[in-house]
């Protein structure tokens, strides 16, 4: 169960890295400069916490809504498959002696699974991006920036 949680502590963290270009805490070892993949795209949050402020159209709110609930649907799926090849992954190497070639094999696995994951992630904050206009892009770039919101 701890094993579980931790795990999903970790992917959550991920993507909200991804998401949010965040950094790591402060004393966690050399500090990148600011992530320019990650500070490139609108996380969906921002984009739904500030439709108003941006005016997104009613067509924009359908649109985003839609591709947002298609993305839920798929991680969720990829959420529960992860785990299960995670749980494979931990009980080879809790093994008294560890099958290198199983280890490395069922880590394929999970890597695929975490490929699909952050690719879909992508995909969703291009679709994000894509959909809002200049101006918009431009306002939640203001918004973001705001003192308390990095």
Request: proline share 7%.
């Amino acid at each position: 169960m701890k094993t579980k949680i931790c795990f999903a502590c970790a992917l959550v963290f991920l993507a909200a890295g991804l998401v949010r270009g965040q950094q790591p805490a402060p004393g966690s070892g050399p500090q990148p400069g600011p992530d320019p993949v990650g500070r490139s795209f609108f996380p969906p949050e921002l984009v739904i916490q500030n439709q108003q402020a941006i005016g997104l159209s009613d067509e924009q709110k359908s649109y985003l809504r839609n591709e947002i609930r298609q993305a839920q649907l798929k991680f969720t799926d990829w959420q529960w498959k992860l785990q299960d090849e995670m749980e494979k992954m931990v009980s080879l190497i809790k093994q008294p002696q560890v099958e290198e070639q199983q280890v490395l094999a069922q880590l394929e696995k999970v890597l695929t699974v975490e490929r699909e994951i952050k690719r879909e992630q992508v995909t969703l904050l291009v679709r994000i991006k894509n959909k809002l206009t200049p101006e918009q892009q431009a306002k939640l770039e203001e918004i973001r920036n705001r003192p308390g919101n990095r």
